[in-house]
């Protein structure tokens, strides 16, 4: 039986559509915008004021420039080492915490928990942090950027409520079976906990690649940036001197608005790119592991 609708009901749904589509707009125009001042001529995206609808003139010279600059490109590699071996690094390690903290026959299980929980309201501070990494040896060594994070509190908590969510039938099935912990975390608990992996992956990866403050910190040979580093000297430092040798000072003026914009694309398109891939996951596994417990 159809319910029957009246002219508020038309009318709120219409004030409701109106709303969310003014959000998605305000939400996407600003990376609309650095896409269209990237393809725009430099001389008219310098003087023009205002929004760009439309780009002003087409140029895609910054785009050849930009991808063909050794410092991105290496940039890139850098990052993509980090985000590979960072991440891989914490999944496993988050994993396996989380489920030995999430078994309720661990016998210390309580006393580890509040030091771990301990971790998320006090820590050391930058200065004793770096002393502690100069202390190892560490100093512009990737390990630097790899090994201080390698766990974070917060999603292993998140991952330790999705296993204990867990029905403890299946894991007591495998065990007559003659299954050990290492065969039911493997062939059990991570299969039924895809969504929250799913969720800890985008986590740990995006901030490995967002990731430059740490780099500033304890990096000091250029060849080891990550590209947000070369960003950040682009963006805030304007640092175009790769570039100079391949235009002249006063094309590398023009352009060097859409080149700033340019970066930019180039540094947000891979994280945009993956988000469709893993966003049906997404509500489902931090909700998992946030609400059951």
């Keep these: 039986m159809a319910i029957k609708r009246t002219l508020s009901d038309n009318i709120a749904d219409t004030i409701i559509y109106a709303l969310l589509l003014g959000l998605t707009l305000i939400t996407l125009y600003p990376m609309w915008h650095v896409i269209m001042a990237s393809i725009s001529e430099g001389n008219r995206l310098i003087r023009h004021q205002g929004l760009i609808i439309l780009p002003l003139g087409l140029n895609l010279e910054s785009y050849r420039l930009v991808l063909n600059n050794p410092s991105i490109i290496t940039g890139y590699g850098n990052t993509l080492f ?16 989380a489920y030995a903290l999430s078994r309720r026959e661990f016998l210390w299980r309580t006393p580890f928990m509040m030091l771990i929980l301990f971790t998320m309201f006090f820590s050391g501070g930058m200065i004793p942090s770096f002393l502690l990494i100069e202390s190892l040896g560490l100093i512009d ?6 090994l201080p994070g390698a766990i974070s509190t917060y999603n292993m908590i998140i991952m330790r409520t999705a ?6 039938s299946l894991e007591e099935s495998a065990k007559i079976e003659g299954a050990n912990d290492f065969q039911v975390l493997i062939r059990i608990f991570i299969p039924v906990s895809k969504a929250v992996i799913a969720v800890m992956l985008l986590y740990y990866g995006v ?21 947000q580093m070369i960003l950040r ?16 000072f006063e094309q ?4 060097g608005y859409t080149i700033k914009y ?9 994280v945009l790119l993956s988000y469709p891939f893993l966003q049906k996951y997404f509500v489902r ?9």
């Design 82 to 97: 980090y985000l590979i071996t960072g991440t891989s690094l914490n999944l496993v390690l988050t994993t396996l915490g």
């Design 141 to 146: 060594s990737r390990l630097a950027i790899i």
């Design 163 to 168: 296993f204990a969510a867990v029905p403890e």
């Design 207 to 227: 901030a490995h690649w967002n990731d430059w403050f740490t780099s500033m910190l304890y990096l000091r040979s250029r060849e080891r940036y990550p590209l």
């Design 233 to 248: 000297e682009i963006l805030i430092l304007n640092n175009l001197d790769n570039m100079r040798e391949e235009i002249d």
């Design 252 to 255: 590398l003026e023009q352009i």
């Design 262 to 270: 340019t970066t930019i694309v180039v540094a947000t398109l891979p």
């Design 285 to 293: 596994g931090v909700m998992i592991g946030a609400v059951k417990g």
